[in-house]
């Protein structure tokens, strides 16, 4: 009989209520019986120890983009998965997004089921999703800090400022000048995010395509548009305020006015550890309570 390889596992997590302490000793339970490495990204580290007084059996604890493994497990909700994801980037690590609040689609693994995910996960019994990525460059700059974006990326005004102008080419061709709070470039895997609660439409995750999605337009004409992923879109933004936001999957950069702006899709794709039992639509339906009677 083979031995069973020994996998590492980086895992992330967020600063979440003391009861919640339960889920990581599972997990780290889990890891110990199948003989797993766990390396610790040195914050969520430092809380568990620090502050939840956990004993933590650690292989190592990493800083940044600094680990090496065979998978990456997110302790939180999607917000966590998205903040990992960040740092994965082109790594082509699968992530397993262990969720601790309510039910995610990207942190999709229940605490309930944490000992029954990790046994397949061992065996070597999972599903592998390709999630596309989104990248942003400025005046054709990368953006500082991370330019991609597993959701969205948004430009949007400043908050105490007027509307903005957004002049918007797909492929150097010209589209629309939007005017409005803002615009949301959207993935498949962020339309059920941000550019859904502003009317987008929601596309299953393997849709090769890109969502257009203005915040708040000033003319009720505009309508989101869907596009192939493989266009690049170009966005001039005008400001009275002279400057403007932009966000990458939440977390946002001041820039100014004329600055050009160039999103289109990363060349690399985000792996996502599903079970076999987890379909896309009954999370959707759940999620989004469809065909619950509210009388």
């Not at 120890?49 to 604890?61: I, K, R, S, Y």
Request: glycine letters at 6%; proline letters at 4%.
């Amino acid at each position: 009989m083979m031995a069973e390889k020994r996998l590492r596992f980086a895992l992330f997590g967020k600063r979440f209520q003391d009861n919640k302490s339960t889920t990581i000793q599972k997990i780290l339970a889990c890891l110990l019986a199948h003989k797993g490495e766990a390396y610790f990204d040195r914050r969520f580290y430092d809380y568990l120890e620090d502050t939840l007084q956990l004993t933590v059996n650690a292989a190592g604890v990493f800083d940044d983009y600094n680990f090496d493994v065979d998978f990456v497990v997110s302790v939180g909700g999607d917000g966590t998965f998205l903040k990992a994801a960040s740092r994965v980037g082109a790594k082509n690590t699968p992530i397993v997004g262990v969720n601790t609040g309510r039910l995610g689609f990207l942190s999709s693994i229940l605490p309930s089921e944490i000992e029954s995910a990790f046994d397949e996960i061992f065996r070597g019994d999972y599903q592998i999703e390709e999630h596309a990525v989104v990248q942003l460059s400025a005046d054709g700059e990368p953006i500082e800090g991370i330019p991609f974006a597993l959701n969205d990326i948004a430009v949007l005004k400043r908050d105490d400022a007027s509307m903005i102008s957004i002049r918007t080419c797909v492929n150097d061709e010209y589209l629309v000048t939007y005017q409005a709070d803002g615009l949301i470039i959207s993935t498949p895997t962020g339309s059920t995010a941000y550019s859904l609660s502003n009317g987008g439409p929601i596309m299953v995750p393997d849709a090769r395509n890109l969502c257009i999605t203005p915040v708040a337009p000033h003319s009720l004409n505009i309508r989101p548009i869907v596009i192939n992923d493989d266009n690049i879109i170009q966005l001039e933004v005008e400001s009275r305020s002279h400057n403007f936001l932009v966000a990458i999957d939440g977390r946002s950069e001041k820039l100014v006015e004329g600055t050009r702006l160039k999103i289109q899709k990363a060349p690399f794709n985000i792996k996502i550890v599903k079970r076999h039992n987890q379909r896309y639509f009954s999370t959707l339906r759940e999620k989004m309570m469809w065909g619950a009677d509210q009388r």
